[in-house]
């Protein structure tokens, strides 16, 4: 189908958007402050990524993803932004489950390629296409693109929907370079070919402390925590 231009639009890193936790509205519906997210996705690695940073943050809530739910029709991808596709999944969790739902969305921006696959990066070689089957795809298409001219960013939009309607969203980027070939067992998606800017290595060769410190994903969830230990103050009785 036609892609339309703007799906990787440029957001200023660092705008959160929602009300504020720690404002009037309190936490009204969650008492006692939040425990419990539910991330939704039935992908193993982030799920073990968001475990990780939150033990790290020191924050004791306890994280779910949606083989630890009962099962519910989840959202078709259909919005044009990354922030729009991670709103779409963490409203239906929070609906379904009635409990606190986290949910991401996020992909690689190729500059040369205007910003594509965007929000087609899972599914670029296909529906049902495996990681290394897009980022093939992904390296023959750049194969004539001389090195200076292989910049590419990582982004991602994390969403936060509350089940008493309250909506958080922001965006996190990690900007650099595309090599000409995946090195490295380690990440998921496109981090073997990717490198981060300032580094040699790619993101397959980082170790998982390694890539969190810097990535887009984990730029966001550690947000995303600072936001719910916020709401978690706000939440508990004074």
């Not at 929602?18 to 193993?44: C, E, F, K, Q, W």
């Not at 960013?153 to 509350?162: G, H, I, Q, S």
Request: charged share 30%.
């Amino acid at each position: 189908g036609r892609i339309r231009r703007g799906s990787c639009r440029r957001r200023r890193a660092g705008r959160l958007r929602g009300s504020d936790p720690g404002g009037g509205g309190g936490a009204r519906g969650i008492r006692g402050g939040i425990d419990r997210v539910v991330l939704a996705t039935h992908n193993a690695k982030k799920l073990a990524e968001l475990r990780r940073i939150v033990a790290a943050s020191g924050v004791d809530v306890e994280v779910l993803g949606l083989d630890d739910v009962a099962s519910y029709p989840e959202p078709a991808e259909t919005e044009w932004t990354f922030e729009g596709n991670a709103l779409l999944k963490a409203r239906a969790c929070a609906a379904r489950t009635g409990q606190v739902a986290l949910a991401d969305d996020s992909g690689l921006a190729v500059d040369v390629l205007n910003g594509l696959p965007g929000v087609r990066s899972a599914r670029w070689a296909g529906p049902g296409a495996s990681d290394s089957e897009n980022l093939d795809l992904l390296l023959r298409q750049l194969d004539d693109v001389p090195d200076a001219e292989r910049g590419a960013r990582f982004v991602c939009a994390m969403a936060l929907v509350l089940p008493d309607g309250r909506e958080f969203s922001l965006v996190r980027e990690m900007p650099g370079r595309l090599a000409r070939e995946g090195r490295g067992g380690n990440g998921f998606g496109y981090d073997p070919a990717f490198v981060a800017e300032g580094h040699e290595r790619t993101n397959g060769e980082l170790s998982p402390d390694e890539k969190d410190a810097i990535s887009h994903r984990g730029q966001a969830v550690r947000a995303m925590v600072k936001l719910i230990a916020g709401l978690r103050g706000a939440g508990r009785p004074r």
